[in-house]
């Protein structure tokens, strides 16, 4: 029986591919994403459904809740990106405040309100994967601390859905290449320092971050909850 699928922020990158995946696998699957445009090409070409949503506006995710089926088996916190890379850089306290908080928004508070406004159609034995990074590891401003803050919030998500058997999970990828998510500001030394701290010698690619939401969704990971996983060839090491 194919599931009911929800993926945020799966126009392009990291989140069509885990899009793409559960669709593949004969799954019914919404996404949603901000940009119109880039939106419907993208439910298109996967036949899903796609539907606008910003996910750190609490009335766009109540209205999304509104057009989504009445269950669903798994949802997919995938929205995200780092926002400095999009605004200036801060100089005073209030563009300090502002930078800090479109990272927690973008990052965290997307998670928390779509999470929230969807839990109770989440079907027994259903699955929350979201979207971490290692950047919460390495110390990155505040979009680091916005990851880390949301690996923090799953594990009381795992807490509070666990009698159901819903799992809740974080994946933290390394770099991944062909995303959007450097803009322009990745220099080919800076693509070579990030390859060259791998164990494995190359760059994560979407399908392995795919890969790993598809198997945490899964049977066979229905005792994995309250977890980070770690998707970074070995560039950051865990023991």
């Not at 392009?12 to 899009?19: D, H, S, T």
């Not at 890969?211 to 066979?220: D, K, Q, R, Y």
Request: hydrophobic share 45%; glycine share 12%.
């Amino acid at each position: 029986m194919p599931r009911h699928v929800l993926v945020t922020g799966a126009s392009n990158g990291i989140g069509l591919a885990i899009a793409a995946r559960f669709a593949e696998a004969g799954d019914e699957v919404v996404i949603t994403a901000r940009g119109v445009d880039r939106l419907a090409a993208a439910a298109d070409k996967l036949g899903a459904v796609g539907v606008p949503c910003d996910a750190t506006d609490p009335d766009a995710v109540a209205a999304l809740a509104d057009q989504l089926p009445g269950q669903l088996d798994v949802l997919v916190n995938n929205a995200g990106g780092n926002q400095e890379f999009g605004l200036p850089e801060a100089t005073d306290l209030h563009s300090l405040a502002a930078l800090w908080r479109a990272n927690l928004d973008t990052n965290l508070l997307s998670a928390v309100l779509v999470t929230e406004a969807l839990q109770d159609r989440l079907r027994a034995g259903g699955s929350v994967i979201s979207l971490g990074s290692i950047g919460a590891e390495r110390g990155a401003g505040s979009y680091g601390a916005a990851k880390a803050a949301l690996a923090a919030w799953s594990v009381g998500v795992s807490a509070e859905l666990g009698a159901r058997g819903i799992t809740s999970n974080v994946i933290s990828p390394g770099y991944i290449e062909h995303t959007e998510f450097f803009a322009d500001r990745l220099t080919p030394q800076r693509r070579a320092a990030l390859i060259g701290a791998t164990h494995n010698g190359r760059p994560g690619n979407v399908d392995d971050i795919a890969e790993t939401a598809f198997f945490l969704a899964s049977p066979g990971a229905r005792h994995i909850t309250a977890q980070l996983l770690n998707v970074n060839g070995g560039a950051y090491v865990t023991r």
